[in-house]
């Protein structure tokens, strides 16, 4: 098992939905947590910064974390085509190994108008 | 702030031969991450320095791969005698390290083909 496991996809959602993506981990030394969107054929570009539990927003995207279930996730309101890319949860803790991030796989976002 | 500036783009090799990427961080950022993306995964964790100094390496890196940041600036990545294998996209991240732990923010690769 990955100390990262997210969901592949691809998720296909209409222009103007809800997209919630999301992962789950396994090494509780994860403290931080990021989101990263990448294009095709480009280098993950961050979303997202968070270290506590609960939520963040930041125009229309909101990331949650949920350390007691080991449970992130990130939430795209009013999604755009523009949005269709791969999103990638990475997260690391604070002293030890675990402060290398460690990334999930990615999930393809497909929004269509 | 220009960001994470990687050379060359694209770098096409035959089987055997040597190539060698470049990686220019941020520029007041301490930390240089590299890591190597193969398509549909994640990316794998490979090197890091902390200014001059390499600090972690992966299983991934075998001996076939070098890593350098002299002056603790620009880092290349050079790997040996290439193989199918190592066809992949190549990401630089850089870092500020201090007690609160900055992200990593990514340059847009090098893709590496062998043929």
């Known amino acids: 098992q990955k100390e990262v496991e997210q969901d592949p996809g691809p998720l296909s959602v209409p222009e103007g939905a809800i997209v919630s993506l999301n992962c789950t981990y396994s090494n509780s030394a994860f403290q931080y947590f990021m989101w990263y969107r990448q294009y095709s054929r480009k280098g993950p570009e961050l979303l997202m910064y968070t270290y506590s539990s609960g939520n963040k927003e930041d125009g229309r995207f909101t990331a949650q974390v949920d350390k007691s279930s080991k449970y992130i996730s990130l939430f795209i309101r009013d999604s755009q085509p523009s949005d269709s890319a791969t999103y990638l949860c990475?997260?690391?803790?604070?002293?030890?190994?675990?402060?290398?991030?460690?990334f999930g796989r990615g999930t393809s976002l497909i929004v269509h108008p | 702030d220009t960001g994470v500036s990687q050379d060359p783009r694209h770098k096409i090799t035959k089987r055997g031969q040597n190539v060698t990427f470049r990686c220019d961080p941020i520029s007041e950022h301490n930390r240089l991450y590299w890591y190597r993306q193969t398509l549909g995964q994640g990316p794998e964790f490979l090197t890091y320095?902390?200014?001059?100094?390499?600090?972690?390496k992966s299983r991934l890196l075998s001996d076939r791969f070098s890593a350098e940041r002299p002056k603790g600036s620009f880092s290349t990545l050079e790997i040996q005698r290439t193989e199918q294998g190592d066809s992949a996209m190549y990401l630089c991240?850089?870092?500020?390290?201090?007690?609160?732990?900055?992200?990593?923010?990514f340059g847009n690769g090098t893709r590496l083909t062998v043929t």
């Open positions: 990475a997260m690391k803790g604070a002293s030890g190994g675990s402060y290398i991030p460690t």
């Open positions: 991240a850089s870092s500020f390290h201090d007690r609160e732990n900055s992200p990593l923010h």
């Open positions: 320095f902390q200014n001059e100094a390499q600090l972690e």
